[in-house]
């Protein structure tokens, strides 16, 4: 996660959880079971699509919002992310109120 939407979140009192591989995140989805998930496409091992449909196929996850949030723009790239289970989807550089007002859709 990026040091500037770090300090954002936090600053307005959200718990940040870090994954830094796909594996790793699916993990952490399981243990933590956090309100929201913000998504890279690009990690290490699975990627974001990948990871997102795992967290999805779990009964005890599935209800957990996940906005992808990537550099990886390409045309037709936040149809994968919503066919892989993402809620929203947002493509870098993304404006950090624009971010934070995202997050607030999903825990107001």
Partial sequence: MLPIVRDLLTSFDYEIIEAVTGEDGVRSAAEHQ????????????????ETTRQIKAQP????????????YALSGDDVKAFEAGCDAYMAKPVSPLALLAKVREFLP
Avoid: E
């Fill in 34 to 49: 956090p309100d929201l998930i913000l998504m890279d496409v690009l990690l290490p091992g699975i990627d974001g699509y």
């Fill in 60 to 71: 005890a996850l599935c209800r957990i919002p996940i906005i992808a949030v990537t550099s």
